[in-house]
């Protein structure tokens, strides 16, 4: 089945830029999705298809997407971005839907 | 305002039953496929199953087809997760979540979730 490697953690500071990646093979052909987790509750929607910003999520997140990597990036970090990110893709397969690892961010 | 809201968790022995029931309001219920989505206890998350919005398709993760079975009551909005012949390793929380089919499938809302511990 298809396999998404997400870092297991990601540091930076308040006011600086945090990008955490997602890896699969040609994942560049597959819409990605990310999530956020904070501790405690339930996963939000932050990123679908790869680009697109879901209701209520500031323009500081953002998404790209190309040949084996996918990466979400937050510009100025703030407190309140410490969380967990996963990536999901579909795949067309016996498993269709695959998350990622999840990558743990932390904010000094 | 979307709302999902789980029940029906709780402890259970090996080789038992669960069921549970997820309550659906602010959107139309019957126009969107639905899913479940668990999450072990330390661990990352794992969809389990989704359903079509009249119910004739289904859609497991292999480790609970022929165990668990995904329904639906359109007239009730509510969704069900019935879990048979339960396993240790079937512990988690479970979040129903709607799907958001747009170029992929992803998740635009989810409940808060309901912990299922299958311990003796």
């Known amino acids: 089945s298809y396999v998404l490697t997400q870092s297991p953690s990601v540091s930076v500071a308040p006011g600086q830029t945090a990008r955490i990646t997602c890896g699969g093979n040609?994942?560049?052909?597959?819409?990605v999705h990310w999530y956020r987790q904070r501790p405690g509750q339930a996963p939000v929607l932050v990123v679908y298809d790869d680009s697109d910003r879901h209701s209520g999520i500031p323009e500081r997140f953002s998404g790209s997407n190309s040949g084996n990597t996918a990466t979400l990036t937050i510009s100025r970090v703030e407190a309140g971005d410490e969380a967990d990110y996963y990536c999901?893709?579909?795949?067309?397969?016996?498993?269709?839907?695959?998350f990622g690892g999840g990558t743990k961010l932390t904010v000094l | 305002e979307v709302q999902l809201v789980e029940s029906g968790g709780g402890l259970v022995q090996p080789g038992g039953s669960l069921r549970l029931s997820c309550a659906a309001s602010?959107?139309?219920?019957?126009?969107?496929?639905m899913s479940w989505v668990r999450q072990a206890p330390g661990r990352g998350l794992e969809w389990v199953a989704n359903?079509?919005?009249?119910?004739?398709?289904?859609y497991y993760v292999d480790s609970v087809e022929g165990r668990f079975t995904i329904s639906r009551d359109n007239a009730k909005n509510s969704l069900y997760l019935q879990m048979n012949s339960l396993r240790a390793e079937d512990t988690a929380v479970y979040y129903c979540?709607?799907?958001?089919?747009?170029?992929?499938?992803?998740?635009?809302?989810w409940g808060q979730g309901t912990l299922a511990t299958v311990s003796s």
């Open positions: 359903i079509k919005q009249d119910g004739s398709e289904r």
């Open positions: 602010g959107f139309i219920f019957s126009n969107y496929w």
């Open positions: 040609k994942i560049g052909s597959k819409s």
């Open positions: 999901q893709v579909w795949e067309r397969s016996s498993d269709p839907v695959v």
């Open positions: 979540a709607r799907d958001l089919r747009k170029e992929g499938i992803s998740f635009d809302y």
